[in-house]
């Protein structure tokens, strides 16, 4: 969010009045999201941490808060300090403004962290769906580590060139994670469209409330909203600053959204690929008694001793 008290007299006053604005519109968002980090942690804790996949996610997740908590507050002290600068002015017309290059660093750096902990969450949903296949791991590795540059760049040098201005519109780091969220969207949706035929059949079977239910998951994990949200925040620049501010509190809480509703879809398994073990890292299941082990080999399933393996190659992949 750029730094809302640069201006002198009405300007100053307009530019606070911009600023309570788009800050009471994060606060709103960022209730959103400690509803959906509540479920999330809760989705987690309720299915267990045993998998390394699972505990990965937690730490993000509770991470993602922590910093996306840091720049609301960051944005609240720095509006109260705009209306202490404008009550304590001296002169009618100027209004000394105060040193806030620290919340600045702070605003930079917790979004900046944020954007690609959550681009890693993304990629890592999108190997999984496509069995960690080398093509989309060698693209994905080399999207987020050039993301991870970008946005190291952003913190380092992004205030100078805004003009000492909070976060503004990067025009290196945002297109960026603009193209690895659209690289995600892509290869999720490539995905489902190669299942496309048995999506279809699950979708008529079930009721209309589950068919909105898995259509709506399927928008969600292919992350087309979110990449529609990055392609108009880039463009946001060309409109105006006041809505450019606005897209950027906006995304200051869509970029931990996004990937907290895919962990909480994971969870639950509501994602619509969740039959073929895509929700968990590894394609083996603990069978402790013989009764588990023989519905999985029923199902599909091979002993190998105290563990139920599944056998690939009875998947059939369109």
Same mark, same amino acid.
């Given at each position: 969010m750029s730094p809302p008290f640069s201006g002198v007299g009405l300007l100053y006053l307009d530019n606070l009045r911009s600023t309570t604005f788009t800050t009471l519109l994060l606060v709103?968002?960022?209730?959103?999201?400690?509803?959906?980090?509540? $479920?999330?942690?809760?989705?987690?804790?309720?299915?267990?941490?045993?998998?390394?996949?699972?505990?990965?996610n937690f730490g993000a997740i509770c991470v993602l808060f922590i910093l996306t908590t840091s720049y609301t507050v960051a944005s609240i002290v720095e509006l109260w300090k705009g209306f202490n600068d404008a009550l304590n002015a001296q002169d009618?017309?100027?209004?000394?403004?105060?040193?806030?290059?620290?919340?600045?660093?702070?605003?930079?750096?917790?979004?900046?962290?944020?954007?690609?902990?959550?681009?890693?969450?993304?990629?890592?949903?999108?190997?999984?769906?496509?069995?960690?296949?080398?093509?989309?791991?060698y693209i994905s590795g080399f999207l987020l580590l050039s993301t991870t540059v970008l946005w190291i760049f952003e913190v380092a040098f992004g205030?100078?060139?805004?003009?000492?201005?909070?976060?503004?519109?990067? $025009?290196?780091?945002?297109?960026?994670?603009?193209?690895?969220?659209?690289?995600?969207t892509s290869v999720i949706s490539w995905k489902y469209w190669q299942e496309?035929?048995?999506?279809?059949?699950?979708?008529?079977?079930?009721?209309?409330?589950?068919?909105?239910?898995?259509?709506?998951?399927?928008?969600?994990?292919?992350?087309? $909203?979110?990449?529609?949200?990055?392609?108009?925040?880039?463009?946001?620049?060309?409109?105006?600053?006041?809505?450019?501010?606005?897209?950027?509190?906006?995304?200051?809480?869509?970029a931990p959204l996004y990937p907290m509703l895919v962990v909480i879809l994971v969870a639950r398994q509501k994602t619509p690929l969740h039959n073929q073990l895509t929700s968990i890292?590894?394609?083996?299941?603990?069978?402790?008694?013989?009764e588990s082990q023989d519905f999985l080999v029923e199902e599909g399933y091979t002993r190998d001793g105290d563990i139920a393996l599944y056998d690939l190659q009875k998947e059939s992949f369109t």
């Open positions: 709103a968002l960022y209730c959103v999201l400690a509803c959906a980090f509540c $479920v999330a942690v809760y989705d987690l804790l309720k299915g267990g941490l045993r998998s390394r996949s699972n505990k990965l009618d017309v100027l209004v000394e403004t105060g040193d806030s290059a620290t919340l600045v660093l702070i605003q930079n750096l917790a979004f900046s962290v944020s954007v690609v902990l959550g681009d890693a969450i993304i990629l890592w949903r999108a190997l999984v769906i496509w069995a960690w296949k080398k093509s989309i791991k205030a100078q060139f805004h003009g000492g201005q909070g976060l503004g519109l990067s $025009v290196v780091a945002v297109p960026g994670s603009l193209a690895t969220s659209l690289w995600a496309r035929r048995k999506l279809s059949k699950d979708i008529i079977k079930v009721s209309r409330r589950s068919a909105l239910e898995n259509v709506l998951a399927i928008l969600t994990e292919s992350g087309l $909203v979110f990449t529609l949200l990055w392609a108009v925040y880039f463009a946001s620049a060309l409109i105006g600053e006041v809505f450019n501010q606005a897209m950027a509190d906006v995304m200051v809480i869509a890292e590894s394609r083996t299941v603990n069978a402790q008694s013989t």
